[in-house]
């Protein structure tokens, strides 16, 4: 027998308010960029003054919040302390490479990851498309720059902050240039700070594979933002918002 979908008991909502209301406080400093007033916190987070201050009391406690002398608030030390921990023991293969097994097994192209390496561009990771006809790249593969979708975006991006993009164009297209029965479609990804990581790529046949057709650009797209997203990207309005409550 099939289930009613409308009759599918949903998941209780598991999350904790208080924590929620934590990290949006603390996700307000990281789009601010600088020390906040309680009124600028206010603004960031839809959580009342009396409110914020309950929580800063804690934090300040922690040594995760400053306050100033002027009544301002800033990040604490122990925030730098977490960043250095994660920094060190942060792999980014661990997170590449299950966003590839995604966008492969939705495009049924070949998925590649490349950084820049002074004037090279490096494949660090890869999933093959299922068809027998296909783009291979082996990871680890270091080539020159060339004009390929893929080497257009490590220079094109190199030193641009992801939060300085406007409507700047994100996609480069190739096609023919390594292999004359060949094309890629390329778009950057961005890391914590808005910093440029790397070009995320899909490579296939152009008989098969369009770089101009809306649905793989929206697919490329929408994999790049989830991405960036897990490497730490926050999108200027971009961050938690929270409605105004009390407590």
């Given amino acids: 027998m099939k289930s009613n979908p409308k009759r599918a ?3 209780p909502d598991r999350s904790v308010a208080a924590a929620e209301r934590t990290l949006a406080i603390l996700d307000a400093f990281v789009g601010a960029g600088r020390s906040m007033s309680l009124g600028d916190l206010e603004q960031a987070t839809g959580l009342f003054k009396s409110v914020i201050l309950r929580y800063m009391i804690s934090l300040e406690r922690q040594n995760y919040i400053i306050k100033l002398h002027d009544g301002r608030y800033r990040l604490g030390p122990k925030l730098m302390e977490l960043g250095h921990i994660c920094e060190e023991s942060f792999d980014i293969l661990s997170i590449v490479n299950p966003a590839l097994d995604r966008i ?3 495009t049924g192209e070949t998925v590649s990851f490349y ?3 002074g004037e090279n561009r490096v494949c660090i990771a890869r999933r093959d498309s299922s068809h027998s006809l296909k783009v291979s790249v082996r990871p680890g593969s270091t080539h020159a720059f060339d004009e390929t979708s893929i080497s ?3 220079i094109d991006f190199e030193g641009v902050n992801g939060h300085e993009l406007e409507d700047r164009e994100l996609f480069r297209t190739t096609s023919g240039v ?3 029965l060949t094309c890629s479609l390329s778009i950057p990804v961005f890391g914590a700070s808005g910093q440029f990581k790397g070009a995320l790529t899909v490579s296939g046949p152009i008989g098969r594979f369009d770089t101009q057709d809306a649905r793989m650009r929206q697919k490329l797209k929408a994999a790049a933002d989830s991405l960036s997203f897990k490497l730490g990207y926050r ?3 971009g961050g938690r918002t929270t409605k105004r409550k009390a407590a």
């Fill in 9 to 11: 008991r949903q998941l």
């Fill in 104 to 106: 492969a097994e939705e």
């Fill in 115 to 117: 950084v820049r390496e």
């Fill in 152 to 154: 257009l975006v490590l």
């Fill in 178 to 180: 390594v292999d004359v």
């Fill in 235 to 237: 999108p200027a309005g």
